[in-house]
């Protein structure tokens, strides 16, 4: 199955993108245009794989089109540039709703408090959930990014790789060189986040990354794929380890760093 796979994914990826689909992609993914021929050509096929096995559903009245299916799936394979990858190998359905939807169960209220009800919310996965429910509306396209590094489908997408080591722990599957030295450097910046948060302090990485280290590592990944340049100021030595992880330079991405962000409060 293994070889099946792999021989169905290089006929994939060698395909050429159908010229609107590359439009799509050209207009809507922000930081396109900072990637280099080779990145492009990857991201290209990263995306025909994931379109081909990935089941895209259009929920809350939202008629899918291929702008809405293609902007998604890009966004989703710009996490895995330049890495050895299985596609996302627990996730089976893509679901995408207009725009914010409300769900039924477990809600963080603060300070490592949970409970029950309903929830107002815009992305959304799981370790036992083999999907990612996500909000076109709050899916950044060409000049409607957010000025807050914010991108639901990049977060969403980032707890699938965070998924694949078996546990939710705000490490993705790392190489064995990679490991210590992602420890010494992401636990200590997640417990000054947190501290920051309870002291009232403003914080250039969003607040809600304090939650746990699962959504501090989705929320960094936002902030590296749209702001690599003042993720790298404010916190170089995060920065350098997810620049290892994503085998990017993001900061050299100049026009994503006119987003400018100012810090959270």
Not at 2 to 8: K, Q, V
Not at 101 to 111: D, F, L, P, Q, T
Not at 136 to 158: K, S
Request: with cysteine; glycine share 8%; proline share 5%.
């Amino acid at each position: 199955m293994r070889l099946l796979n792999g021989w169905r994914r290089n006929r994939l990826r060698a395909l050429p993108l159908p010229a609107e689909w590359e439009r799509i992609i050209e207009r809507n993914v922000v930081f396109f245009d900072c990637l280099s021929a080779a990145q492009r050509r990857e991201l290209f096929g990263n995306t025909q794989v994931l379109l081909a096995e990935k089941q895209f559903e259009g929920c809350g009245g939202l008629a899918l089109s291929d702008e809405i299916r293609v902007t998604v799936a890009a966004y989703a394979a710009a996490l895995l540039l330049g890495r050895e990858t299985d596609y996302y190998p627990k996730l089976t359905s893509i679901l995408i709703y207009p725009d914010t939807y409300v769900a039924s169960g477990e809600r963080h209220i603060g300070e490592g408090i949970w409970e029950d009800g309903d929830d107002a919310r815009f992305g959304q996965t799981g370790p036992r959930l083999s999907a990612v429910v996500v909000a076109w509306d709050d899916v950044p396209r060409g000049n409607h990014a957010t000025r807050d590094g914010g991108n639901v489908v990049l977060h969403e997408f980032a707890h699938q790789l965070d998924y694949e080591n078996g546990s939710v722990d705000g490490t993705p599957l790392l190489e064995p060189g990679q490991r210590a030295s992602w420890a010494r450097v992401c636990e200590p910046e997640f417990d000054r986040l947190r501290r920051a948060v309870v002291d009232g302090e403003p914080t250039f990485i969003r607040r809600y990354g304090a939650t746990n280290p699962a959504e501090f590592f989705a929320v960094v990944t936002e902030l590296f794929f749209h702001c690599g340049g003042e993720l790298r100021n404010n916190h170089p030595d995060l920065y350098r380890q997810f620049a290892s992880f994503y085998r990017l330079d993001s900061a050299r991405w100049r026009r994503v760093e006119r987003l400018g962000l100012s810090p959270s409060t």
